[in-house]
T-cell receptor, first 114, second 114 residues
């Protein structure tokens, strides 16, 4: 158990809908990262938050947004969903914003868009 | 831009034998960190081993070791005495010292056969 909790584990929805994925980092970790894993794109970095503020942005679509709350949990909002958004979404956490240590990953949220 | 390349999409090995997974990366940075993560069918991302670029000595963790060739920008993973539980997808990942995010390769699916 990595200590990173993601909910829901599985989600099935329709095109055009909006979903929210939730992540609770390890106790004491200030950074949260979101990754998208799909068969054709591999593991793509979406966004990083550090202590409530956006720290780095990757290949995140404008239809997607994220935030980190004062209790350090994070939410990834996906709207106007398309078939191509079907993927495994991982949250990871680390102690600092620029630390050199490993990222600890949650078990992922499997999103299926029909 | 930093990139990570894993040229072997799939590999297989007999139980108890040794296998080497390849990874190359491209960066102009001098200070960085390299990782191998394992993703078993349970889909949890688990850190296998890490290497700091400033260290000349190759990292080892029990049956797992790396061959780090900084000049060649190569970072291969050797698994000795392969076990059935090693069956998983393996990702090579890279992080610079001025960022927290990991950049992943496309992954290598390893099957250990009894």
């Amino acid at each position: 158990d990595s200590g990173v909790t993601q909910t829901p584990k599985h989600l099935i929805t329709a095109t055009g809908q909006r979903v929210t994925l939730r992540c609770s980092p390890r106790s004491g970790d200030l950074s949260v990262y979101w990754y998208q894993q799909s068969l054709d794109q591999g593991l793509q970095f979406l966004i990083q938050y550090y202590n409530g503020e956006e720290r780095a942005k990757g290949n995140i679509l404008e239809r997607f947004s994220a935030q980190q709350f004062p209790d350090l949990h994070s939410e990834l909002n996906l709207s106007s969903l398309e078939l191509g958004d079907s993927a495994l979404y991982f949250c990871a956490s680390s102690v600092g914003g620029l630390d050199t240590g490993e990222l600890f990953f949650g078990e992922g949220s499997r999103l299926t868009v029909l | 831009a930093q990139t990570v390349t894993q040229s072997q999409p799939e590999m297989s090995v007999q139980e108890a034998e040794t296998v080497t997974l390849s990874c190359t990366y491209d960066t102009s940075e001098n200070n960085y960190y390299l990782f191998w993560y394992k993703q078993p069918p349970s889909r949890q991302m688990i850190l296998v081993i890490r290497q700091e670029a400033y260290k000349q000595q190759n990292a080892t963790e029990n049956r797992f070791s790396v061959n780090f060739q900084k000049a060649a920008k190569s970072f291969s993973l050797k698994i000795s005495d392969s076990q059935l539980g090693d069956t998983a997808m393996y990702f090579c990942a890279f992080k610079t010292s001025n960022t927290g995010k990991l950049i992943f390769g496309q992954g290598t699916t390893l099957q250990v056969k009894p």
